[in-house]
Antibody, heavy 120, light 107 residues
Framework: EVQLVQSGAEVKKPGESLKISCKDSGYSFTSYWIGWVRQMPGKGLEWMGIINPADSDTRYSPSFQGQVTISVDKSTSTAYLQWSSLEASDTAMYFC?????????????WGQGTLVTVSS | DIQMTQSPSSLSASVGDRVTVTCRASQSIASYLNWYQQKPGKAPKLLIYAASNLQSGVPSRFSGTGSGTDFTLSITSLQPEDFATYYCQQTYSTPLTFGGGTKVEIK
């Protein structure tokens, strides 16, 4: 059974750094892309970027390029999303999701989400 | 970037109704269009991929049609568990943009 397990909720202050995680259990980690999706309170889904764990090839949405960093640790089958300096506007739920290597594949399995709250 | 526009943004319907949601892409995306269902406080769930293919385990009352720029999600005989928000997403090219969502509420 495919399962993506995300790290727990975080409460941070503006200017602080943060790294949240998404751990795979149940499939070959390097056979699927891992993407990240933001959902601000009461709003829709926003695609942030995606990484190929096999070679760390990473694609960012222009809206998030330079704002966040997506990475992986193959040894632990874990993907990460990190910020160097949080802002209040980063307050949101963040989901990881996997995507097959097949051309134009959907996001077919999702983590449970990590709630990030940034407040002074 | 490819822009995805869903309509309506919300609708009210009764159990047993047929519901249709539309999604329009700002340029042709062939059939690379997916539909997700999201319930409050939960992760999205894939319903339909490549415009018309039902994801495993999804009830057959859900269906999708379309190609190019215009797509439709239909739910026949709406069930209580179908009240949720539905999103389309194109996977033709990065960034893999989502539509704004359609909230299906109980009338």
């Amino acid at each position: 059974e495919v399962q993506l397990v995300q790290s727990g909720a975080e409460v941070k202050k503006p200017g602080e750094s943060l790294k949240i995680s998404c751990k795979d259990s149940g499939y070959s980690f390097t056979s699927y892309w891992i993407g990240w999706v933001r959902q601000m309170p009461g709003k829709g889904l926003e695609w942030m970027g995606i990484i190929n764990p096999a070679d760390s090839d990473t694609r960012y949405s222009p809206s998030f390029q330079g704002q966040v960093t997506i990475s992986v640790d193959k040894s632990t089958s874990t993907a990460y999303l990190q910020w160097s300096s949080l802002e209040a506007s980063d307050t949101a739920m963040y989901f990881c999701a996997r995507r097959s290597m097949v051309t134009a594949a959907p996001l077919d399995d999702w983590g449970q989400g990590t709630l990030v709250t940034v407040s002074s | 970037d490819i822009q995805m526009t869903q309509s309506p943004s919300s609708l009210s319907a009764s159990v047993g109704d047929r519901v249709t949601v539309t999604c329009r892409a700002s340029q042709s995306i062939a059939s690379y269009l997916n539909w997700y269902q999201q319930k409050p406080g939960k992760a999205p769930k894939l319903l339909i991929y490549a415009a018309s293919n039902l994801q495993s385990g999804v009830p057959s009352r859900f269906s999708g049609t379309g190609s190019g720029t215009d797509f439709t999600l239909s739910i026949t005989s709406l069930q209580p568990e179908d009240f949720a928000t539905y999103y389309c997403q194109q996977t033709y090219s990065t960034p893999l943009t989502f539509g704004g969502g359609t909230k299906v509420e109980i009338k």
